[in-house]
């Protein structure tokens, strides 16, 4: 009946598994050869094809038997910082060499659960610190959309670079991804996909390796805002394993998606207009704005007075609880050890280690923790920044208490780079990436990025949406309607 | 805030994160350019306002003091890079 299934949403193939159109054992064998011959994109890291076939197996024997939830079937690529029993789960990080977790992460348990299928895992950046994939330990993911016939590889973005990569090429029907500062749509923006980081607390971080603990928050990256919402409302609730997960029912997202935004009221914050933006960026933005308008939402301009201080309050904050989330890579109980000389004691061993199985950028941001957390500083650096964070909050929280129901926003400064052309810029460059998404880190709040169109060069561009912490569904319907405004089905030519 | 060489040195040390002799001016630089860039904190006027514990104003919830699992040493031990007579090994700490 179709020609790649692989190329379906979750949507589509949820309706034709149930129909009986196809079976769950096709629809991954599609998935498992567009993955192999994807192998240039260098998406997957780990591939998991025996499991994959088996879990199908069962998704069609339990789709004959009628009980069939909506990911039943559908197949999954799974970003490495997820634990997986018995499948090799190491962060992208030479540390984790070997390991392989004895426990499922309440993410993939659930989605297991749910009869969905994994592929494999997803490349990205080391421990998620780094917004182009090409920390990683296992090289760059290359983005499949090129600068028209330019072969000039780029970013899929970062840090969850290879799902991107992985549902932009079709090489699964959607993926899982973490988002510490816009890791989730910074790359989905890159690609012309969907990713939503979901309120801080709906989804379990249980058994996902830690970056910033108050700041992560996995969420679907997907080839559809309706995708989304379906994949959202399997991966979310309450976790009794997470203390800080919400222990709030999980609405049906996907019935929020009622397409009427009549009456809503669409901030614009103006900080967000920042000097040098590219002028494909500020039309895009502006396109975006006459599309809520014409869907009959009302257009405010707001003020988030605090924004510009958000970066510099997120690399004290995210380095400083990595530093201490990271001091469990020591060699001793998981990962890699480092060859000892004679005489070596432990201090040594823990030294030698991590200066080994620790690549540039997260032995960076581990030192710029420890110094910020270090006696003398930990006021000046770190207690401000946390100051500083419950401005940035008290900023959504008085726009939302005036009656703002979702903030629109550029997703990026600017379309996927070339991979390498960041390499002599400093790291602080880089961290720029991330001035739109990492307000919304900071304050806890739910943020989808959805593409809108291709730039003068042929890439993708995507917008943001901000809303109300738990109104994932009424945010999911905002980009919803921005979704079908912008009409966005380009896809990349298959070059790989 | 400006970082000479010898707080680089510590704060490697701190970290547990060899850095050879001749690495730690470069460190020392990058360091300084990161803190340089959150200087512009000190622009904010922070008076009176709580430094933020929790991003969602939910108590944490306390789960019963009781066992829930156990038992399962080997599985522990099982990604270890040494081990030794059901306990994780390390080299030497005490003479």
Not at chain 1, 290 to 315: C, F, N, Q, R, W
Not at chain 2, 28 to 40: D, K, N, V
């Given at each position: 009946?179709?020609?790649?299934?692989?190329?379906?949403?979750?949507?589509?193939?949820?309706?034709?598994?149930?129909?009986?159109?196809?079976?769950?054992?096709?629809?991954?064998?599609?998935?498992?050869?567009?993955?192999?011959?994807?192998?240039?994109?260098?998406?997957?890291?780990?591939?998991?094809?025996?499991?994959?076939?088996?879990?199908?197996?069962?998704?069609?024997?339990?789709?004959?038997?009628?009980?069939?939830?909506?990911?039943?079937?559908?197949?999954?690529?799974?970003?490495?910082?997820?634990?997986?029993?018995?499948?090799?789960?190491?962060?992208?990080?030479?540390?984790?060499?070997?390991?392989?977790?004895?426990?499922?992460?309440?993410?993939?348990?659930?989605?297991?659960?749910?009869?969905?299928?994994?592929?494999?895992?997803?490349?990205?950046?080391?421990?998620?610190?780094?917004?182009?994939?090409?920390?990683?330990?296992?090289?760059?993911?290359?983005?499949?959309?090129?600068?028209?016939?330019?072969?000039?590889?780029?970013?899929?973005?970062?840090?969850?670079?290879?799902?991107?990569?992985?549902?932009?090429?079709?090489?699964?029907?959607?993926?899982?991804?973490?988002?510490?500062?816009?890791?989730?749509?910074?790359?989905?923006?890159?690609?012309?996909?969907?990713?939503?980081?979901?309120?801080?607390?709906?989804?379990?971080?249980?058994?996902?390796?830690?970056?910033?603990?108050?700041?992560?928050?996995?969420?679907?990256?997907?080839?559809?805002?309706?995708?989304?919402?379906?994949?959202?409302?399997?991966?979310?609730?309450?976790?009794?394993?997470?203390?800080?997960?919400?222990?709030?029912?999980?609405?049906?997202?996907?019935?929020?998606?009622?397409?009427?935004?009549?009456?809503?009221?669409?901030?614009?914050?103006?900080?967000?207009?920042?000097?040098?933006?590219?002028?494909?960026?500020?039309?895009?933005?502006?396109?975006?704005?006459?599309?809520?308008?014409?869907a009959g939402a009302e257009i405010v301009d707001i003020s988030l007075p605090h924004t510009k201080y958000a970066l510099p309050a997120y690399y004290v904050i995210a380095p400083a609880e990595a530093s201490s989330n990271l001091a469990r890579y020591d060699g001793v109980r998981y990962g890699h050890r480092a060859k000892l000389a004679q005489g070596d004691g432990i201090t040594e061993m823990y030294e030698k280690t991590r200066a080994e199985g620790f690549g540039p950028e997260v032995q960076r941001r581990v030192m710029i923790g420890t110094y910020v957390l270090s006696a003398g500083f930990y006021d000046a650096y770190y207690n401000r920044a946390r100051r500083v964070r419950a401005l940035i909050k008290r900023d959504f929280d008085q726009v939302f208490a005036a009656g703002i129901d979702a903030i629109l926003t550029p997703a990026t400064p600017s379309a996927a780079f070339g991979l390498g052309e960041m390499a002599s810029a400093d790291p602080i460059q880089m961290y720029l990436n991330d001035v739109f998404t990492v307000t919304v880190n900071l304050a806890g709040l739910p943020g989808?990025?959805?593409?809108?169109?291709?730039?003068?060069?042929?890439?993708?561009?995507?917008?943001?949406?901000?809303?109300?912490?738990?109104?994932?569904?009424?945010?999911?319907?905002?980009?919803?309607?921005?979704?079908?405004?912008?009409?966005?089905?380009?896809?990349?030519?298959?070059?790989? | 805030?400006?970082?000479?060489?010898?707080?680089?040195?510590?704060?490697?040390?701190?970290?547990?994160?060899?850095?050879?002799?001749?690495?730690?001016?470069?460190?020392?630089?990058?360091?300084?350019?990161?803190?340089?860039?959150?200087?512009?904190?000190?622009?904010?006027?922070?008076?009176?306002?709580?430094?933020?514990?929790?991003?969602?104003?939910?108590?944490?919830?306390?789960?019963?003091?009781?066992?829930?699992?156990?038992?399962?040493?080997?599985?522990?031990?099982?990604?270890?890079?040494?081990?030794?007579?059901?306990?994780?090994?390390?080299?030497?700490?005490?003479?």
């Amino acid at each position: 009946m179709m020609t790649n299934a692989n190329e379906l949403t979750i949507a589509a193939a949820r309706d034709a598994l149930r129909k009986g159109e196809l079976s769950a054992t096709d629809l991954t064998m599609a998935c498992l050869t567009a993955m192999d011959a994807g192998d240039g994109l260098n998406a997957y890291v780990h591939k998991t094809p025996e499991i994959a076939l088996e879990q199908a197996r069962a998704a069609d024997a339990r789709i004959k038997g009628g009980d069939a939830p909506d990911l039943c079937g559908i197949p999954l690529g799974i970003k490495d910082l997820f634990c997986t029993k018995g499948v090799p789960s190491q962060a992208a990080s030479k540390i984790l060499n070997g390991f392989r977790p004895e426990y499922e992460s309440t993410v993939t348990a659930k989605l297991f659960d749910a009869g969905a299928v994994m592929l494999g895992k997803l490349n990205m950046d080391e421990f998620a610190m780094g917004s182009s994939n090409e920390t990683s330990c296992y090289g760059n993911a290359i983005n499949p959309w090129r600068r028209g016939n330019d072969e000039t590889a780029l970013t899929p973005g970062g840090s969850s670079g290879g799902s991107a990569a992985a549902v932009a090429a079709d090489l699964c029907l959607a993926a899982t991804g973490t988002d510490t500062g816009g890791s989730i749509r910074q790359p989905a923006a890159f690609t012309g996909i969907v990713g939503i980081k979901p309120t801080y607390g709906r989804v379990s971080r249980w058994g996902i390796v830690a970056f910033a603990s108050s700041l992560d928050q996995a969420g679907p990256m997907t080839k559809s805002v309706r995708d989304a919402a379906i994949f959202l409302g399997a991966m979310a609730g309450h976790d009794p394993k997470d203390s800080t997960s919400a222990d709030l029912p999980v609405p049906d997202f996907e019935a929020a998606l009622t397409g009427d935004i009549r009456g809503k009221k669409i901030g614009i914050p103006r900080e967000y207009r920042m000097e040098g933006m590219p002028a494909e960026i500020e039309k895009l933005w502006t396109d975006g704005i006459a599309m809520m308008k014409d869907a009959g939402a009302e257009i405010v301009d707001i003020s988030l007075p605090h924004t510009k201080y958000a970066l510099p309050a997120y690399y004290v904050i995210a380095p400083a609880e990595a530093s201490s989330n990271l001091a469990r890579y020591d060699g001793v109980r998981y990962g890699h050890r480092a060859k000892l000389a004679q005489g070596d004691g432990i201090t040594e061993m823990y030294e030698k280690t991590r200066a080994e199985g620790f690549g540039p950028e997260v032995q960076r941001r581990v030192m710029i923790g420890t110094y910020v957390l270090s006696a003398g500083f930990y006021d000046a650096y770190y207690n401000r920044a946390r100051r500083v964070r419950a401005l940035i909050k008290r900023d959504f929280d008085q726009v939302f208490a005036a009656g703002i129901d979702a903030i629109l926003t550029p997703a990026t400064p600017s379309a996927a780079f070339g991979l390498g052309e960041m390499a002599s810029a400093d790291p602080i460059q880089m961290y720029l990436n991330d001035v739109f998404t990492v307000t919304v880190n900071l304050a806890g709040l739910p943020g989808i990025s959805v593409p809108m169109g291709l730039d003068r060069q042929g890439l993708p561009l995507g917008l943001q949406l901000i809303g109300r912490p738990w109104e994932e569904g009424d945010l999911l319907n905002h980009a919803h309607v921005l979704e079908q405004a912008a009409g966005f089905v380009a896809k990349p030519a298959k070059w790989w | 805030m400006s970082i000479d060489i010898d707080t680089a040195r510590k704060v490697a040390k701190l970290a547990r994160i060899r850095v050879e002799e001749d690495q730690l001016p470069a460190l020392a630089t990058e360091l300084s350019g990161i803190l340089g860039f959150m200087e512009q904190l000190n622009e904010v006027d922070v008076e009176g306002v709580e430094p933020m514990t929790s991003v969602t104003p939910m108590r944490l919830r306390r789960r019963a003091d009781q066992v829930t699992d156990g038992n399962i040493q080997s599985r522990i031990l099982k990604n270890a890079p040494d081990t030794r007579e059901g306990f994780f090994a390390v080299p030497k700490v005490v003479e």
